[in-house]
């Protein structure tokens, strides 16, 4: 007699329409979210698929272990870049190992800090680069993880500003990093103005605005405080602790909190939130 041990772990994970199971997953594999050493979860009309972390809406489940995968240590996918936030080099061989399309697999060092807003990795295997290729929502990006901002996990939250955007609104992209947010709403808006006070970032997004053909945004080298105006709506993003906590000194500044939700999760204690703001006019 053979027994069959079965591997269940615990995990985050988001319901989704099970008619939209495809789609969705593609899409989360993009963003580097989903979790592929685990099998979705079907429950009726849903499908529960395994995160990486925690994002809105997600509820922690129990999945099967995929067949033949090693549970792997927790890790982000950026493009070919995977993200530890443990030095584990033995892990990172692992990582490594499970997906042909990573090239990389680094330690993030400190967090995001500094007036380029710039983060340190450590590459723990694979090749010696923290740059790399991301593909989402049909843009393609390049990007440096260690010389210029940028996250995946706000692949949704583009495109949902996206949705909010008209075609004959003038966009302002206040911290435009390499570009992922000017390049996908360029496709809805007039004209959008990109700005970002890191060279090098800049860099990067004159180069993704070629690979996409995008014609309509106009990049400034630039600091963000001397280009806001009144009379328009903001999309804040910011970490916070608790929930309200810049609503005081939004109103100070002028502005109007329409809505704040919760981005992602981004370390005990803290999460990533969006402020709708509209600003009064003088």
């Excluded at 947010?181 to 700005?195: H, K, N, P, Q, W």
């Excluded at 053909?213 to 105006?229: E, F, P, Q, Y």
Aim: proline share 4%; net charge neutral.
């Amino acid at each position: 007699m053979i027994s069959v041990v079965r591997l269940t772990v615990e995990q985050w994970g988001i319901r989704v329409p099970a008619r939209q199971g495809e789609e969705m997953r593609q899409a989360l594999i993009s963003e580097g979210i989903i979790d592929l050493t685990l099998k979705p979860r079907r429950e009726g009309d849903a499908l529960i698929v395994p995160l990486l972390d925690w994002r809105e809406g997600a509820e922690r489940c129990e999945f099967d272990a995929m067949p033949g995968r090693p549970v792997l240590p927790r890790h982000e996918l950026v493009g070919g870049i995977a993200i530890m936030q443990d030095r584990d080099f033995e892990g990172a061989k692992k990582i490594l190992a499970s997906r042909p399309s990573l090239h990389t697999v680094v330690y993030a060092e400190g967090e995001v800090s500094g007036e380029y807003r710039t983060r340190p990795f450590e590459v723990l295997a694979g090749t010696p680069t923290t740059r790399t290729q991301v593909t989402e929502h049909g843009h393609r990006f390049t990007v440096d993880l260690s010389r210029a901002y940028f996250s995946a996990r706000l692949s949704t939250e583009r495109q949902r500003i996206l949705a909010h955007t008209g075609s004959h609104e003038l966009v302002l992209d206040m911290f435009a990093g390499v570009g992922p947010f000017a390049i996908t709403l360029a496709s809805r808006a007039a004209l959008v103005v990109a700005s970002d006070i890191n060279p090098y970032a800049i860099e990067l997004m004159l180069e993704n605005l070629t690979q996409n053909r995008v014609k309509n945004v106009l990049t400034m080298l630039a600091d963000a405080r001397r280009l806001c105006r009144h009379g328009g709506t903001i999309h804040f993003y910011a970490l916070v602790s608790e929930e309200g906590e810049h609503c005081a000194c939004i109103r100070e500044l002028g502005g109007e909190v329409i809505a704040e939700r919760v981005v992602r999760s981004y370390s005990p204690g803290q999460w990533h939130a969006v402020y709708d703001i509209v600003v009064g006019k003088k």
